[in-house]
């Protein structure tokens, strides 16, 4: 309601990058959306875009303009989420975006809790990597990003990190299992299912094998946790993986997971991030400080 009609065209053509798909999304005319931009460009005496043949590019004063616009959306939704809970309403919406290989377990327990403590809560999640991830919640596209190893920054702030010991994740009646640690070198001649080059833990475990001079014998490459956890399962080969890429898994006895006590092999960090300009609304202040309890209680478990 307090966002002008001039604002919300400007930064729509800055995320579609054209004035047709912005229009399209906007479910106005394409005439319209230009002459207010057009109109715009004539009192500041300076353009807003770049006119491409392939769209519409933002040039130095557009930045100016779409970086205070997205300031102003933050501060009304900001507003907005504070009037909800000055009326007692626990609503609100948090966009989330975390590694694939959290959502079937960490994740989904502490979403699952909450939502039921906020039963009016419109939770949007969505996977992606973990540069995606950073470009996301630093171009305020989301609220909270979790991944492994996320890159310092500026545009993000860590509201909580733990590190995390890797371990070999073998089926319960692998000789393995009952190990109270392992090194890379008792992996010699197992059956290994990886994540593809590249990849957070594969980048980790080259670098090991390189050093120890270890041939790993890899029979399958994913980038989907759940995949390599449900091929060890059925017995085709062990994994290396994140204590916290397993809870419910040891729990309810279906993997074992030992920890891989190897210099070689450091661990990885997990954290939790939002953009560093901006404040969270309430629900979405809520949801990051129910992950920043599950981090501490897992460090304790772990």
């Known amino acids: ?37 057009l109109e715009c460009e004539r009192t500041l005496g300076m353009p807003l875009f770049d006119r491409l043949p392939r ?19 933050g501060e009304l939704a900001l507003m907005d ?18 590694a694939s290989g959290l959502m079937s377990s960490f994740v989904a327990r502490i979403v699952s809790q909450f939502c039921d403590a906020h039963p009016l809560l419109d939770l949007k999640i969505d996977t992606q990597p973990s540069e995606e991830i950073v470009r996301m919640v630093g171009q305020g596209d989301a609220d909270l990003g979790l991944s492994f190893d996320l890159p310092r920054d500026p545009d993000l702030i860590t509201l909580a990190s733990m590190h995390q010991p890797l371990g070999v994740v073998v089926a319960p009646g692998h000789p393995m299992a009952t190990r109270p640690a392992l090194r890379l070198s008792d992996c010699v001649g197992e059956r290994m299912v990886l994540p593809p080059r590249g990849s957070g833990i594969r980048v980790l475990l080259d670098v090991a094998f390189a050093e120890t001079r270890i041939d790993p014998q890899i029979v399958v490459e994913s980038n989907s946790v759940e995949l390599r956890k449900a091929l060890v399962r059925a017995g085709a080969g062990i994994t290396i993986l994140a204590a916290v890429d397993l809870i419910g898994d040891v729990a309810d006895g279906t993997l074992a997971h030992v920890p891989l006590a190897d210099p070689h092999v450091p661990g990885q960090t997990l954290k939790l991030v939002s953009r560093a300009k901006g404040t969270l609304e309430p629900l979405q202040a809520k949801l990051a400080e129910a992950f920043r309890r599950a981090f501490a209680e897992l460090g304790a478990e772990v």
């Open 1 to 37: 309601m307090l966002k002008s009609k001039l604002m919300t065209y400007i930064d729509a053509v800055s995320r579609h990058g054209s004035i047709r798909k912005a229009s399209e999304a906007l479910n106005i005319a394409p005439s319209a959306v230009n002459r207010q931009i």
């Open 81 to 98: 989420a504070r009037l909800r809970d000055l009326r007692g309403l626990q609503a609100g919406t948090v966009r989330l975006v975390a």
């Open 55 to 73: 769209g519409m590019k933002l040039t130095s004063a557009g930045e100016v303009v779409v970086s205070h616009i997205r300031r102003m959306d």
